[in-house]
Antibody, heavy 123, light 109 residues
């Protein structure tokens, strides 16, 4: 059974850093792109970026480029999403997603989802 | 950017009834690359349909999708109690500029 298990909820202050994790199991982690989707409170879904565990090649939604960093450690089948300086507007639920991609490695759709990590940024 | 507009915003039906949800795109979705997801309260979304009409692994055949170009539909042939949730469409024809609809809430009547 494919599973993506994310790290727990976080409460942070503006300006703090954060790194959340997503551990994949039940499939060959290195053989699939993995990414992140944001859901702000009461809002819809936004794709943030994806990464290839094999060589850490990453692709970002332009809206999130430079705002977050996606990384991976294939030796422990884990992907990460990190911020260097959080803002209140980063308050949201973040989902780790296994991602199907095009021949050019652009994201297509998301076939498995983690349970989500809730981030609350407040002074 | 392709804007997806889902309708209705909320649909109230009873178990056993048929549900039809609409997803309209602001421009044609290339290759009919459209997916549907289900999200229950407090849970992550789940992929139901990709490529307009292909069911994802393990998805019951009461769920189906259709359409082309700018108009797509998602149908649940006979509602089960566990089907009441929010449903999102997502286009990936203009990848990497993929977008989601705002969702349709399916409520128990």
């Amino acid at each position: 059974e494919v599973q993506l298990v994310q790290s727990g909820a976080e409460v942070k202050k503006p300006g703090e850093s954060l790194k959340m994790s997503c551990k994949g199991s039940g499939y060959t982690f290195a053989d699939h792109w993995i990414g992140w989707v944001r859901q702000m409170p009461g809002k819809g879904l936004e794709w943030m970026g994806i990464i290839w565990p094999g060589d850490s090649d990453s692709r970002y939604n332009p809206s999130f480029q430079g705002q977050v960093t996606i990384s991976v450690d294939k030796s422990i089948s884990t992907a990460y999403l990190q911020w260097s300086s959080l803002k209140a507007s980063d308050t949201a639920m973040f989902y780790c997603v296994r991602t199907r991609v095009s021949a050019n490695y652009d994201p297509y759709y998301f076939d498995y989802w983690g349970q989500g990590t809730l981030v609350t940024v407040s002074s | 950017e392709i804007v997806l507009t889902q309708s209705p915003g909320t649909l109230s039906l009873s178990p056993g009834e048929r549900a039809s949800l609409s997803c309209r795109a602001s421009q044609s979705v290339a290759s009919n690359y459209l997916a549907w997801y289900q999200q229950k309260p407090g849970q992550a979304p789940r992929l139901l349909i990709y490529g307009t009409s292909n069911r994802a692994t393990g998805i019951p055949d009461r769920f189906s999708g259709g359409g082309s170009g700018t108009d797509f539909t998602f149908t649940i042939s006979r509602l089960e109690p566990e089907d009441f949730a929010v449903y999102y469409c997502q286009q990936y024809g203009s990848s990497p500029r993929i977008t989601f609809g705002q969702g349709t809430r399916l409520d128990i009547k």
